[in-house]
């Protein structure tokens, strides 16, 4: 792609120093602050996931009550999923989905700022949670009742987060949908636009369908709290298993909010570092709206004991196998993109391919529990905790963190420290398999998940597990450490760092002028 881009540093003055943030409407900073929020999040409910490991070293409850405990299980999930995983990737759509299709910024700048600022107030609310009596929810991320209803005022905090988590989660998806189908620039039908942005604009449509329906399920819980409602009170003729059927036609959309723009951070790299474009553009478009539409037909595989009839245990089954075919398609085309390529293993990459071969295993095991007799056995074990982490960190979180790499020399003008980014990544990489494939034999052995004491017969490798968690824990810090060192200075990074590159960003100065795209490129 050619462009003709506005190469003025600061077009129009803007505020300096923390008023700049605070009343700031422009896409990079809105990207910046929702990408510091994210980092800031990472290590809070990061630091939940070493005191949990740390009670779980040895067998006994030793370090803190099983109640306690229950509420570093909620909190870290809750933490994780709404407060480091989402707002991370609306950071990258902030900063890079108006460099990507040549808009000026983003449709809507104040409600994007809205859209940020709400953050801060939802987390502040879930931290608050442990210092009212009765402590923070302890319900587990799902919030089942009969004990969400019967907890005490922390679950009403966390009714209220997850509102106010929602509704900049709307927002930011209005925005993002208006910016991409009305801003693009001349010539950017589509068809030609960076894949990232278009796993996004799917993304952003399963927000605007599925958030609501979270917040209806909370409501019905708050109002069984507090109004004499009986929506999930069998006593009262209500139906626990009801909220289940709310809850997961929200949460496994949910996991794909979560993955797509993973998936389409890893589909701008791959071609970057294999200098070649990525094999099958169509068919990743087709395969993001096929795994977006199927995920609407498939919240029953989650549910398996709760007592299906076999018609609907075989409908969940099926649908849930049918689903890794369009997830095949897109690793097939990363692998296809690769081979013959002219690669190099820049940290970027090395994230990548971690990605595809580490999130291939959580595939794996998520077809294994798609077979209904096998999960039933396996329902509520550590499998399931090593399925859904070798897909939300090796895929989620790791994606991230290769788009942190791959974007950084542009958004700060300055090269990262390449060999502190190699130690991050294998470092990473070996401490979370240590952390997560043990408890594969965990799970199959029957040790349940969200219980603070195990039987003798588990210890040993609880205590691998533990130990490879603090690894995986203070590896973080190298990465704290890369991009601070990047932020503050380093090798100049040129306008385009890396020789692969070819999306429209990669026209304009590293770091990008405040205003950009004030002349509409013209896509050739």
């Known amino acids: 792609m050619e462009a003709v881009a506005s190469h003025d540093e600061h077009a129009g003055p803007h505020a300096r120093g923390l008023v700049r943030w605070i009343t700031t409407t422009n896409h990079k900073d809105i990207g910046t602050l929702y990408l510091c929020f994210s980092l800031a999040m990472f290590f809070i409910a990061g630091f939940l996931a070493m005191l949990i490991r740390a009670e779980l070293f040895e067998p006994g409850a030793r370090l803190f009550s099983p109640a306690l405990y229950n509420q570093f299980v909620t909190m870290h999930g809750l933490m994780m999923i709404f407060g480091v995983i989402m707002p991370a990737f609306v950071g990258f759509a902030n900063w890079q989905i108006p460099l990507m299709i040549g ?87 589509l068809m030609k636009m960076p894949l990232f942005v278009w796993t996004w604009l799917i993304t952003a449509y399963l927000l605007v369908a599925v958030m609501p329906v979270l917040a209806g399920a909370v409501t019905m819980v708050l109002a069984d709290r507090h109004f004499g409602t ?27 909010i979560m993955i797509l723009p993973a998936f389409g951070i890893i589909s701008e790299i791959i071609p970057t570092f294999s200098r070649k474009p990525l094999f099958g553009y169509a068919s990743m478009v087709y395969a993001t709206v096929s795994i977006a539409t199927l995920s609407f037909v498939v919240w029953g595989h989650h549910m398996f004991t709760v007592g299906f009839p076999a018609s609907g245990q075989l409908f969940f089954m099926y649908a849930t196998m049918l689903i890794a075919v369009p997830t095949g398609v897109k690793i097939f085309n990363w692998v296809a993109t690769m081979w013959r390529g002219s690669l190099t293993f820049e940290t970027p990459m090395l994230f990548a391919i971690g990605f595809v071969l580490m999130f291939t295993i959580g595939g794996f095991s998520g077809l294994v529990l798609a077979v209904t007799p096998v999960d039933i056995q396996l329902h509520g074990t550590y499998y399931v905790v090593a399925h859904f982490h070798y897909v939300l960190f090796s895929g989620a979180a790791m994606a991230i963190m290769a788009g942190i790499y791959y974007w950084l020399p542009k958004w700060t003008g300055h090269m990262y420290d390449e060999t502190l980014g190699k130690w991050h990544f294998w470092l990473t990489t070996i401490f979370f398999n240590l952390t997560f494939f043990p408890m594969h034999f965990l799970g199959l052995a029957g040790m349940p998940r969200r219980v603070a004491d195990y039987a003798l017969q588990y210890t040993t490798l609880n205590q691998v597990v533990s130990i490879s968690a603090f690894g995986l824990g203070l590896s973080q810090l190298i990465f704290l450490y890369v991009i601070v060192k990047c932020i503050r200075g380093g090798v100049p990074a040129g306008d385009r760092p890396w020789e692969g590159a070819t999306s429209l960003e990669w026209t304009l100065p590293s770091p990008p002028p405040y205003h950009t795209f004030e002349t509409e490129p013209v896509i050739s």
């Open 230 to 256: 009986h929506f999930f009170n069998a006593a009262g003729g209500g139906d626990p298993i009801m909220f289940q059927h709310i809850f997961w036609f929200f949460g496994h959309p949910e996991v794909y």
């Open 103 to 189: 808009a000026p910024d983003m449709a809507f700048p104040r409600m994007n700022n809205w859209s940020f600022w709400l953050l801060p107030f939802a987390a502040l609310l879930m931290i608050g949670e442990f210092f009212v009596p009765g402590g923070a929810a302890a319900t587990g991320w799902t919030m089942y009742p009969p004990l969400s209803v019967e907890m005490g005022p922390g679950m009403d905090m966390t009714i209220f987060a997850i509102h106010i988590l929602g509704i900049s989660s709307i927002m930011g998806a209005i925005n993002i949908i208006t910016t991409i189908l009305n801003l693009r620039a001349p010539g950017m039908t």
